[in-house]
């Protein structure tokens, strides 16, 4: 019997997913492990599985469909079987089908609404119809969402694209800048001109679109690649996080020459105990680790108004990864061992560098450590992880020169820069938080004896 391929959720948070990469075709053989498409959210790419074994009799939808969660996108059973039972979803809407969400009405014209937000802040607009809104230029807090929730999906933005009249390609450069699009333009064809825009406007223009619309040259070849996905995410958050907190980075240094040591004896230590692999990075987060909840102001996070303070360490960790900049959790790092937390990180690393991180690994952290260390990184601004209150940036060991037992010797120094939100954290609690850090890197062999 024909049964339907369902797109999973993806986590608490992931309403919809792109679908990227169809795997399979119909007409294919398929077993229920069969991975048949790969989705990509906001934040992480997956794996969709079959979940049925048989022959794929229907694909509903086209790789770049924003499709919500739980919603079929194929069929599979026995080859000839008759599937008409099973009604074949809107392109770029929801499925219409017995065991799928009703079918919600294509919009016919913008309704003004307010963007549901959802608990994370995140606005609530999918990835892929956030991107077609700022390419035609379009104020999604205008429309009304079709999808999951009231979410604005593509299809309520193109919706608005068929519903006005043409522009120019100039014209299009003022829309994005936000200029409003007249309902007729004086052009060819009715096209919406410049003149059209600014006559409207009153005669007047961003200095953004300024450049935009004289079309300024520059030497030399070039090449423009549009700011969206987690690239969007990334942008979009650094720019909320400085908009929304009093930053604010603090210095300090720690005697680095036990953890060196300590380094060097794990590297060079039998495998039986399984600690070669573990880095200068995984010491430091175990001793944060330790510091945060003697310091509970520092592992916090500030919400609706409101700060809350955390008994247990959520610990992101900031990694660079062929999607950029993310952030997975070590969930209650306070209570790992060193060997644990370093075992943690390294499985987090590869699922973001793999692209199959889940996003529930990508959410909940009280605070973050970012480490610009290995590429010899004295000092630099890491930014807030909203809705934290701050965040560590880890530099690289440097040697100074000291005097011990009359003798010049150079010691090896970690340098810290930490960021504090300070309508939340003062500067002398701060201070004292990163001096009690140092304490703990400098006498990590004790640390690691209690």
Request: charged content about 20%.
């Amino acid at each position: 019997m024909a049964q339907q391929i369902i797109l999973p959720k993806q986590g608490n948070t992931v309403e919809s997913c792109v679908i990227m990469e169809w795997k399979v075709k119909q007409g294919d053989v398929v077993t229920a492990e069969t991975p048949v498409a790969e989705v990509e959210t906001d934040k992480a790419t997956m794996e969709v599985v079959a979940g049925v074994a048989g022959t794929v009799l229907k694909l509903y939808y086209k790789e770049g469909d924003d499709v919500p969660v739980m919603t079929p996108i194929g069929v599979v059973g026995a080859p000839g079987e008759d599937i008409s039972a099973f009604a074949v979803p809107a392109i770029g809407g929801v499925a219409s089908v017995a065991q799928a969400p009703a079918a919600v009405p294509e919009p016919l014209a913008p309704v003004a609404v307010s963007e549901p937000v959802h608990g994370d802040g995140r606005k609530g607009v999918s990835p892929r119809a956030r991107n077609l809104a700022e390419d035609k230029g379009i104020n999604t807090s205008i429309l009304a969402g079709s999808g999951p929730g009231g979410r604005v999906i593509e299809r309520d933005v193109q919706g608005v694209v068929a519903g006005r009249p043409m522009l120019t390609k100039a014209a299009e450069e003022l829309a994005r800048s936000g200029v409003a699009v007249p309902a007729s333009g004086a052009g060819i064809g009715g096209r919406v001109t410049t003149a059209d825009m600014l006559s409207a406007k009153g005669g007047t223009v961003p200095a953004a679109a300024a450049s935009s619309a004289s079309n300024l040259g520059f030497p030399g070849a070039s090449e423009t690649t549009p700011i969206k996905g987690i690239r969007k995410r990334i942008a979009d958050r650094m720019t909320e996080s400085l908009a929304t907190c009093a930053q604010l980075t603090m210095n300090a240094s720690a005697n680095a020459a036990k953890v060196m040591a300590l380094r060097k004896r794990f590297k060079e230590s039998d495998e039986f105990f399984g600690l070669s692999g573990i880095t200068i990075n995984d010491l430091v987060l175990f001793a944060v680790a330790r510091t945060l909840p003697k310091f509970k102001y520092m592992n916090s996070i500030k919400k609706d108004g409101n700060i809350t303070q955390f008994d247990h360490v959520h610990l992101g960790v900031a990694l660079d990864t062929p999607r950029g900049l993310m952030v997975p959790v070590v969930r209650f790092a306070d209570t790992l061992s060193l060997r644990a937390i370093s075992a943690e990180v390294k499985r987090l690393a590869a699922a973001c560098q793999n692209e199959m991180i889940q996003p529930d690994e990508m959410k909940g952290s009280t605070f973050t450590v970012t480490n610009f260390g290995s590429l010899g990184v004295e000092s630099f601004t890491p930014v807030i992880n909203i809705p934290e209150t701050a965040i560590l940036g880890v530099c690289t060991v440097a040697n100074r020169p000291e005097i011990a037992n009359g003798v010049l010797v150079n010691v090896p120094y970690l340098g810290f820069s930490l960021t504090i939100d300070h309508c939340v954290i003062d500067g002398s609690p701060a201070a004292k938080f990163l001096k009690e850090l140092s304490a703990t890197i400098a006498n990590i062999d004790i640390m690691l004896a209690l």
